[in-house]
């Protein structure tokens, strides 16, 4: 009975000395150091990405003098028009197919490059990077010239086959084809890098039990190095797919979306309706449609790498 | 199954000879250990069977037939790699089945096969895992697998224990000759562990240096080294090398290790080593079971001394002792109840039929 009646007076200051306590225990943990360090990143982040987000989110929503609450005015005005439907299919025949073409060549020039002997491959991995590391926006510049109908290098050589002139730029199916010439060109390097790393990773005693295992050098391929990388594979080309879908700079200089709009993708439309047409409510709508998009394929292909996650 | 044949096979890398010109005859059946310390040129040789390297010149026959040039997957050849060499996204049976499946065998045929496998190594169990959920020698059971189900006509191993602990290290040497005498499969092992050479072996090569130093059954080696490197490299502890010249006194061979230390050669010793220069310089090749202690009724041939220890290593069934003769460590196998201490004195006596004369300059076993 007696240590019940103490009880009351002495749970107040246990109380808060527990509280300090764990104050001082959540410090130290591993994950609220963590958690500090990381938060003026955390902090940046919200500010360059999730207020500018939430923004167009919102601007989506108004009327063209952004003045007005129109809800989905806007999208059902986008549904409505040809231009639209012909943007979503330009960006995706855009970045599919220069993903897809960026990780054949980054896939086959890591496989060159792998097999020079070790002393020239440092010179090769360095020239192959070159396209990366130039700033697209110049080098851009440079395909515009060599795509020129008159006086380019790539006409004056077809001439000499009795080919062309092509009007690279002029028409259509062959303006999209420039466009994605031009990314391919510029973002192969970085799947070469990527998969070159991977490849590196292989263990070598691998393609020697295929190799005696009866494998050719097709089934080694597709039985060692394919299951061996099939991570960063699917890694490289959703971040891909994210960077060539909101791809702006390549096509802008290139063709501007031109001819006729058959070379706009979502950003360089975007950027067409919403500062050159003045409609920045449009714009913010049309750009938003890449985050639908873009989730789908984010769930499918990290879902993947989730359930191999614990397997090499 | 087929014999393996050798005909002066070299490897040379740039200006390194990694293999100079071996000669070597694998029967039918049998089991060979190459053996020897790192960088002998043993792995190369066993690759160069494999096909995994070119051969820089000589040939190589595989039943009969010249495979220099055959690519490795039509060698019909199976190989058991040190780190395993699974592919951890197929599963055991897909690992085991991987060969006979590019080979288009039928599905019945295949799992008939990687059933009897699994039950000869224990692994039924395990064919639908993953090789990273095996552990070290369940992944080294299906790595054997895997080369069993293909029926090859050789077997290659490639130091298959290294990675694993000793105690399991023991296990799967047992059970590596448990498959040989069930398959009968051609076999060539690499190894630098001269106890898993012994063991398994049905002849062990020792190479050195890229090549071969001596061929033999694992008691040849053991009992008639034809050098050196091969009586020191075989045996553990090693063989002890005294310094030492042959002198004649009142008619009687004598081996003289120092001005104090003298044996007299048991006669048939004696004969063996009649014509050798006596003032040449040899060496005494002793092993540590044939310095034992003195007994009150020596054999012949068994010469006692005294020896003062330096250090014992008391090793249960029997202790080593190790004491220092002219400035070389020499070591002896007493028994534990000889009283052995270190550091104190103690009568040993040496078992002259069983000694070995070397040359100390050419270091060939006289």
């Not at chain 1, 070159?130 to 440079?142: G, N, Y």
């Amino acid at each position: 009975m007696v240590d019940v009646a103490f009880q009351p007076n002495s749970v107040a200051p246990a109380r808060s000395t527990r509280k300090r306590a764990s104050l001082r225990v959540a410090l130290k943990r591993k994950s609220t150091a963590a958690f500090l360090m990381t938060l003026p990143l955390i902090l940046l982040v919200g500010i360059l990405v999730v207020y500018p987000a939430f923004y167009s989110l919102h601007l989506a929503t108004l009327n063209k003098s952004m003045q007005r609450f129109v809800g989905f005015g806007n999208f059902e005005f986008l549904f409505k028009r040809e231009t639209f439907w012909l943007v979503v299919k330009q960006s995706c025949i855009f970045a599919l197919s220069a993903v897809f073409f960026k990780a054949l060549i980054g896939f086959v020039v890591a496989h060159l490059v792998h097999n020079v002997p070790a002393k020239g491959q440092r010179k090769w991995r360095g020239m192959l990077l070159v396209p990366w590391v130039i700033p697209p926006a110049m080098s851009t510049l440079a395909w515009l010239w060599l795509f020129d109908p008159s006086y380019s290098a790539f006409n004056y050589t077809l001439a000499f086959f009795g080919i062309g002139p092509i009007s690279w730029l002029g028409e259509p199916n062959w303006a999209r084809f420039s466009v994605i010439l031009v990314n391919v060109w510029f973002g192969a390097p970085f799947f070469m890098i990527m998969y070159l790393a991977s490849l590196k990773s292989v263990p070598e005693q691998l393609y020697e039990a295929a190799a005696i295992d009866g494998a050719n050098w097709w089934q080694r391929i597709w039985y060692v190095t394919l299951p061996m990388m099939r991570n960063i594979i699917a890694i490289t080309t959703l971040f891909s797919l994210i960077v060539t879908f909101a791809n702006f700079d390549i096509t802008r200089i290139l063709t501007a979306g031109g001819p006729l709009d058959h070379t706009h993708i979502f950003a360089t439309w975007a950027f067409r309706v919403g500062i050159e047409g003045s409609d920045l409510p449009l714009g913010a709508s049309v750009s938003l449609f890449m985050v639908p998009i873009l989730a789908i394929a984010a769930v499918f292909i990290l879902r993947d790498i989730n359930k191999r996650g614990n397997e090499a | 199954m087929a014999d393996v044949t050798l005909r002066k096979v070299v490897k040379r890398y740039d200006d390194v000879e990694a293999v100079r010109g071996i000669d070597l005859d694998i029967a039918d059946h049998e089991f060979v250990v190459l053996v020897g310390p790192s960088g002998c040129g043993k792995s190369t040789t066993l690759r160069m069977i494999a096909g995994l390297e070119d051969i820089t010149d000589g040939d190589i026959m595989i039943g009969g037939d010249v495979v220099n040039d055959v690519p490795p997957k039509d060698r019909d050849i199976a190989m058991v790699f040190q780190n395993y060499a699974l592919y951890p996204h197929m599963t055991v049976a897909e690992n085991m089945s991987f060969g006979l499946r590019l080979k288009h065998y039928p599905k019945a045929e295949i799992k008939t096969r990687i059933d009897e496998a699994a039950r000869m190594l224990d692994i039924v169990e395990l064919v639908d895992r993953k090789p990273k959920q095996l552990s070290g020698g369940q992944r080294q059971r299906v790595a054997m697998g895997r080369a069993i189900v293909r029926n090859p006509k050789v077997f290659l191993f490639d130091e298959p224990l290294s990675n694993l602990d000793a105690k399991l290290r023991v296990q799967m040497r047992i059970e590596i000759k448990k498959v040989h005498q069930k398959v009968r499969t051609t076999t060539v092992y690499v190894t630098h562990d001269q106890v898993e050479a012994m063991t398994l072996a049905d002849r062990v090569v020792v190479m050195n240096k890229g090549r071969i130093e001596q061929i033999g059954t694992p008691n040849d080696l053991y009992h008639h080294p034809a050098t050196r490197f091969v009586a020191g490299f075989i045996g553990s502890p090693a063989m002890n090398f005294l310094p030492c010249r042959l002198e004649e006194t009142s008619g009687q061979l004598h081996v003289r290790l120092t001005d104090r230390i003298a044996f007299a050669l048991p006669p048939a010793r004696a004969a063996h080593y009649q014509s050798v220069a006596r003032n040449e310089k040899l060496l005494l090749g002793l092993r540590p079971e044939h310095i034992a202690e003195a007994k009150a009724h020596p054999e012949p041939g068994v010469e006692p001394f005294d020896a003062v220890l330096d250090v014992t290593e008391p090793m249960g069934m029997e202790t080593f002792v190790y004491f220092t003769l002219e400035g070389t460590q020499v070591c002896g196998r007493v028994s534990p109840n000889a009283g052995a201490r270190a550091t104190g004195p103690l009568r040993l006596a040496v078992d002259l039929n069983n000694m070995h004369l070397l040359n100390e300059g050419t270091g060939a076993v006289i």
